[in-house]
C-alpha cells in the first residue's frame, strides 16, 4: 500500500469496522424479549451498509419471516467514495446481476430490498435481495437515501464514527425510532446528552463493559499490527485481527433492562461496608468545589437514600433506570451547570512539569489538602484541586 494510501486508512479505519453477527441477535433479542411485535408489519433501513461485508443486512434478512418484517432496505457506500482508497473487488453477488457494471459499482452506492419470495422457493431469506444502483455514490444524507430514511419505521446500522455527530442529527431530525452503534465519547456531546438527559435516548441492552469487536477488510490488518497496540485497539480471535472500540449501543427502542431498579445500600451502609476501599471508612463521600453534589466513583456505591444530586460513571447510563432517578447533566463542560468558574490554574504533572491552563473549568474539581502521589493536579491561588473523570448528575426520584 502507498504511504498516501496507509495514511488515508489511518484516518478512516475506525470508519471500517464491521460488527459481529453474535453482537447484533444478542442486542436485537432484547427489545424481542421485551415487545416480541417490535418489528412486526415494519420496514427496516440500514443505511452504510453492505451486505457484502455488513452482519446488519445477513441479520435481518436470515430472520425476516420470525421479525414478520414488512420490507428490510439496506444501502452501501461507493467504494471509491470512501477515505480508503483500496483496490476494489466485485463479489460474485454484483457480477451475476445482469446490472453490473465496474465502473457503476466504484462510483456509484448500491441499494438492496427484501421484501418478498423472489426465488419461489417459499421462503423470504438473503437469496431474495434485490439490488441495484443508487443515482448517487450512497452518503446517507443524500435526497435519495434520505427518502428511504422517511420511507422506513426503524433505522439500525453502524453508521461511520467520524461521521456520528452528522448522522446522528440526520435520525433525529427524522424522529424514527432506531438503533446504532457508536463510540463511549459521544455520550458527552453536548447534541448527544441533551438529548439523553431529557430521556428520549438510552444505552441499549448491551453493558458498556462488555469488549465490542468489530471485523475489518483483510487490508487492514498488517496496519493495525505494525501501528497499534495489541489488547487495546485490536485482538486477534481465531486468526483474524478484530478491531477493538470502546463502543456503546444508543437507541430510543425500549427493552426491559432499562426499566430494573438498581439494588443499593443506603448512604451509612456504603461507608461502613463498601468493597471500595475509596468509600470504605470514610466520614461523608467527596463534595465538589464547583457544584453542590457529592462524587460517587462507582456506580454499585450510590447510596440509595441520598437525596441530594450525585455525580456518577458514565458507565451508570447502561443502568440507568428512570423510575428510579433523573438525570440533571453532565460535568463535561459542565452543560451550563457549574456554580465558580476558576481563573486560570496551573497544571502539575505527573512528572512535576507546569503548565498555564484553564482545564479545570471542564469538569468536576474537588479541593484537596496537599499534592497527591503520582497524579496530575491543579493549582489556583493557594488551592490545590484535582479534577475528576466526566460525571453524570443524577438525583434520586
Same mark, same amino acid.
Given at each position: 500500500?502507498?504511504?498516501?494510501?496507509?495514511?488515508?486508512?489511518?484516518?478512516?479505519?475506525?470508519?471500517?469496522?464491521?460488527?459481529?453477527?453474535?453482537?447484533?441477535?444478542?442486542?436485537?433479542?432484547?427489545?424481542?424479549?421485551?415487545?416480541?411485535?417490535?418489528?412486526?408489519?415494519?420496514? =427496516?433501513?440500514?443505511?452504510?451498509?453492505?451486505?457484502?461485508?455488513?452482519?446488519?443486512?445477513?441479520?435481518?434478512?436470515?430472520?425476516?419471516?420470525?421479525?414478520?418484517?414488512?420490507?428490510?432496505?439496506?444501502? *452501501?457506500?461507493?467504494?471509491?467514495?470512501?477515505?480508503?482508497?483500496?483496490?476494489?473487488?466485485?463479489?460474485?453477488?454484483?457480477?451475476?446481476?445482469?446490472?453490473?457494471?465496474?465502473?457503476?459499482?466504484?462510483? %456509484?452506492?448500491?441499494?438492496? =430490498?427484501?421484501?418478498?419470495?423472489?426465488?419461489?422457493?417459499?421462503?423470504?431469506?438473503?437469496?431474495?435481495?434485490?439490488?441495484?444502483?443508487?443515482?448517487?455514490?450512497?452518503?446517507?444524507?443524500?435526497?435519495?437515501?434520505?427518502? !428511504?430514511?422517511?420511507?422506513?419505521?426503524?433505522?439500525?446500522?453502524?453508521?461511520?464514527?467520524?461521521?456520528? %455527530?452528522?448522522?446522528? *442529527?440526520?435520525?433525529?431530525?427524522?424522529?424514527?425510532?432506531?438503533? !446504532?452503534?457508536?463510540?463511549?465519547?459521544?455520550?458527552?456531546?453536548?447534541?448527544?446528552?441533551?438529548?439523553?438527559?431529557?430521556? &428520549?435516548?438510552?444505552?441499549?441492552?448491551?453493558?458498556?463493559?462488555?469488549?465490542?469487536?468489530?471485523?475489518?477488510?483483510?487490508?487492514?490488518? /498488517?496496519?493495525?499490527?505494525?501501528?497499534?497496540?495489541?489488547?487495546?485497539?485490536?485482538?486477534?480471535?481465531?486468526?483474524?485481527?478484530?478491531?477493538?472500540?470502546?463502543?456503546?449501543?444508543?437507541?430510543?427502542?425500549?427493552?426491559?433492562?432499562?426499566? &430494573?431498579?438498581?439494588?443499593?445500600?443506603?448512604?451509612?451502609?456504603?461507608?461502613?461496608?463498601?468493597?471500595?476501599?475509596?468509600? %470504605?471508612?470514610?466520614?461523608?463521600?467527596?463534595?465538589?468545589?464547583?457544584?453542590?453534589?457529592?462524587?460517587?466513583?462507582?456506580?454499585?456505591?450510590?447510596? /440509595?437514600?441520598?437525596?441530594? =444530586?450525585?455525580?456518577?460513571?458514565?458507565?451508570?447510563?447502561?443502568?440507568?433506570?428512570?423510575? &428510579?432517578?433523573?438525570?440533571?447533566?453532565?460535568?463535561?463542560?459542565?452543560?451550563?451547570?457549574?456554580?465558580?468558574?476558576?481563573?486560570?490554574?496551573?497544571? =502539575?504533572?505527573?512528572?512535576?512539569?507546569?503548565?498555564?491552563?484553564?482545564?479545570?473549568?471542564?469538569?468536576?474539581?474537588?479541593?484537596?489538602?496537599?499534592?497527591?502521589?503520582?497524579?496530575?493536579?491543579?493549582?489556583?491561588?493557594?488551592?490545590?484541586?484535582?479534577?475528576?473523570?466526566?460525571?453524570?448528575?443524577?438525583?434520586?426520584?
Amino acid at each position: 500500500m502507498a504511504n498516501s494510501n496507509l495514511a488515508s486508512a489511518r484516518t478512516s479505519k475506525q470508519d471500517e469496522f464491521y460488527t459481529q453477527f453474535y453482537d447484533i441477535e444478542n442486542e436485537i433479542n432484547a427489545y424481542l424479549e421485551y415487545n416480541p411485535n417490535v418489528f412486526r408489519d415494519k420496514v =427496516v433501513l440500514l443505511p452504510c451498509d453492505d451486505p457484502e461485508w455488513s452482519n446488519f443486512t445477513r441479520f435481518f434478512a436470515q430472520n425476516f419471516k420470525s421479525l414478520g418484517l414488512k420490507k428490510l432496505i439496506s444501502t *452501501s457506500f461507493a467504494p471509491k467514495s470512501k477515505l480508503l482508497n483500496v483496490n476494489y473487488q466485485p463479489t460474485l453477488f454484483e457480477q451475476e446481476n445482469p446490472l453490473f457494471e465496474l465502473s457503476l459499482s466504484e462510483t %456509484r452506492g448500491k441499494l438492496f =430490498v427484501l421484501d418478498r419470495d423472489v426465488t419461489g422457493d417459499g421462503l423470504v431469506n438473503i437469496d431474495d435481495l434485490q439490488w441495484t444502483y443508487l443515482d448517487g455514490n450512497g452518503d446517507f444524507a443524500s435526497p435519495e437515501v434520505t427518502r !428511504l430514511r422517511d420511507e422506513a419505521d426503524f433505522i439500525i446500522t453502524n453508521p461511520p464514527f467520524s461521521l456520528f %455527530r452528522k448522522f446522528f *442529527s440526520w435520525i433525529m431530525e427524522s424522529g424514527k425510532q432506531f438503533l !446504532l452503534i457508536c463510540n463511549k465519547n459521544c455520550i458527552s456531546y453536548k447534541d448527544v446528552f441533551s438529548y439523553i438527559r431529557d430521556n &428520549q435516548v438510552w444505552c441499549g441492552k448491551t453493558p458498556m463493559g462488555v469488549d465490542l469487536l468489530f471485523s475489518m477488510p483483510p487490508e487492514l490488518e /498488517s496496519d493495525f499490527i505494525e501501528n497499534e497496540k495489541e489488547g487495546s485497539k485490536y485482538k486477534i480471535v481465531n486468526g483474524r485481527v478484530m478491531g477493538r472500540s470502546a463502543s456503546v449501543w444508543f437507541t430510543n427502542i425500549e427493552h426491559g433492562r432499562r426499566h &430494573q431498579p438498581l439494588e443499593l445500600m443506603t448512604l451509612k451502609n456504603n461507608l461502613r461496608f463498601s468493597r471500595h476501599k475509596e468509600i %470504605r471508612g470514610k466520614d461523608s463521600y467527596t463534595k465538589y468545589d464547583n457544584f453542590d453534589a457529592i462524587d460517587i466513583p462507582y456506580v454499585d456505591a450510590i447510596p /440509595s437514600d441520598y437525596d441530594g =444530586v450525585m455525580g456518577v460513571p458514565i458507565s451508570f447510563l447502561d443502568k440507568y433506570c428512570p423510575e &428510579q432517578f433523573r438525570i440533571i447533566g453532565i460535568t463535561q463542560s459542565w452543560d451550563g451547570l457549574a456554580s465558580r468558574i476558576y481563573p486560570e490554574q496551573i497544571q =502539575v504533572s505527573k512528572t512535576g512539569k507546569r503548565s498555564r491552563v484553564t482545564k479545570l473549568n471542564d469538569g468536576a474539581a474537588i479541593k484537596i489538602a496537599e499534592p497527591p502521589c503520582n497524579d496530575v493536579y491543579y493549582i489556583v491561588g493557594d488551592e490545590l484541586f484535582v479534577k475528576e473523570y466526566v460525571r453524570i448528575l443524577i438525583q434520586k426520584i
